[in-house]
């Protein structure tokens, strides 16, 4: 580690340990917040050096499938039983730490949908700074569609660690990027519309903008933000994955455990890969959790084939799924007529290719 590299640390160390002993209430908001810029400030400045000195050796993730999932959890928490059993995957199991190493891929086919799903190396603390692979493990993550956060039931207190190590990794789990759109302009200072503010208030705005360099902006907020969203918005290099909250192993607690586990962090499935319990319900739970939109495409005159849906992610339109069966469909687009969930009645016409469409529709496109 270099002389800068170091002092950038101590500094970031320095900050860090004033912000926990900041008791954070009306007073001190202000100063909480600076202290958060700096410390993001200091942390881009470590990240770009670091960035220009070593590329670390990644792994190529190949998406197939209609959507991607990823296990992420501590070493031996049960991954590699886990994918084994949903999935078509071969990961090595055994009953010691780091058995996998290498991002293992399987495939999960539910209500005719293809979910590929990794099972990469385990996660350990520190990952988020590259103790044990972890800047390569993280960097699987963020290809996903889905992260299933996998957590043995004897050691709940793995979630917590999970959650800071992705948060420093800058991938925010159920969260949506906050709807605040920042532009920089030559002169002028910086200038703020928004709605009502009760988590931070225009002038702390200010002092953080102009502590990353944002001294002349026009910003526009149209949510109650914090000023943790507000350098997520600056920073502009985070990524926002849906997640599954799986506690693992649950045939190794007590009952009572198990009701504390779940009062105190709310799990979304509750399983045993060794003892295939709660599979299905988790199989159903990460279908759900994906957003997934199937269409049935229908030639004029003939029926669906309901066996072969076309797969969107999202809130998906009839432009999306223009764009899915050939560029060409844009341009030579007349209407479309949909059975379905997104009309008001079976085999309404539609002329917009902005219409929404939903899940199980079925769609006859009428070209020119």
């Known amino acids: 580690m270099g002389i800068v590299d170091h002092k950038l640390n101590e500094k970031i160390q320095e900050f860090e340990e004033e912000l926990r002993k900041t008791k954070y209430n009306k007073r001190t908001q202000a100063a909480v917040g600076l202290l958060k810029a700096k410390i993001a400030r200091l942390k881009g400045e470590k990240s770009s050096k670091a960035s220009k000195k070593v590329h670390a050796q990644g792994w190529t993730i190949r998406k197939s499938g209609d959507a991607t999932a990823v296990l992420v959890g501590f070493p031996s928490v049960g991954k590699s039983t886990l994918i084994n059993k949903?999935?078509?995957?071969?990961?090595?199991?055994?009953?010691?730490?780091?058995?996998?190493?290498?991002?293992?891929?399987?495939?999960?086919?539910?209500?005719?949908v293809k979910i590929q799903i990794f099972d990469v190396p385990g996660l350990v603390e520190g990952a988020s700074k590259g103790r044990g692979r972890g800047r390569e493990v993280l960097g699987a993550v963020g290809v996903a569609d889905l992260v299933i956060l996998l957590i043995d039931a004897t050691k709940?207190?793995?979630?917590?660690?999970?959650?800071?190590?992705?948060?420093?990794?800058?991938?925010?789990?159920?969260q949506k990027r906050p709807d605040v759109r920042i532009t920089k302009k030559g002169t002028g200072g910086i200038n703020i519309s928004s709605v009502k503010l009760t988590k931070t208030n225009k002038q702390i705005i200010t002092n953080v903008l102009?502590?990353?360099?944002?001294?002349?902006a026009d910003v526009i907020i149209r949510e109650d933000i914090d000023v943790d969203e507000l350098i997520d918005v600056i920073d502009d290099n985070r990524k926002y994955l849906n997640g599954l909250i799986v506690i693992n192993k649950i045939d190794l607690i007590s009952k009572e455990k198990l009701?504390?586990?779940?009062?105190?962090?709310?799990?979304?499935?509750?399983?045993?890969?060794?003892?295939?319990?709660?599979?299905?319900?988790?199989?159903?739970k990460i279908f759900d959790k994906l957003d997934l939109v199937r269409i049935y495409c229908k030639e004029i005159s003939k029926?669906?084939?309901?066996?072969?849906?076309?797969?969107?992610?999202?809130?998906?339109?009839?432009?999306?799924?223009?764009l899915k069966l050939h560029?060409?469909?844009?341009?030579?687009f007349k209407f479309a007529r949909i059975w379905g969930k997104s009309v008001k009645f079976?085999?309404?016409?539609?002329?917009?290719?902005?219409?929404?469409?939903?899940?199980?529709d079925i769609v006859e496109f009428h070209l020119n």
């Open 346 to 360: 079976d085999g309404q016409k539609i002329l917009n290719l902005k219409h929404q469409l939903k899940d199980g």
């Open 210 to 216: 102009r502590e990353l360099k944002f001294n002349n």
């Open 303 to 322: 029926p669906a084939d309901l066996g072969v849906p076309m797969v969107l992610k999202g809130e998906a339109t009839l432009k999306d799924a223009c």
């Open 327 to 332: 560029k060409e469909f844009i341009t030579k």
């Open 156 to 174: 709940p207190q793995q979630l917590e660690a999970i959650q800071n190590e992705l948060y420093e990794a800058r991938i925010r789990i159920n």
């Open 259 to 284: 009701e504390e586990i779940k009062k105190k962090i709310k799990p979304d499935v509750l399983i045993s890969a060794e003892k295939s319990i709660g599979l299905e319900e988790l199989k159903k």
């Open 86 to 112: 949903i999935t078509n995957a071969e990961s090595q199991i055994g009953h010691y730490e780091f058995t996998t190493l290498d991002v293992i891929p399987g495939s999960l086919e539910y209500e005719n």
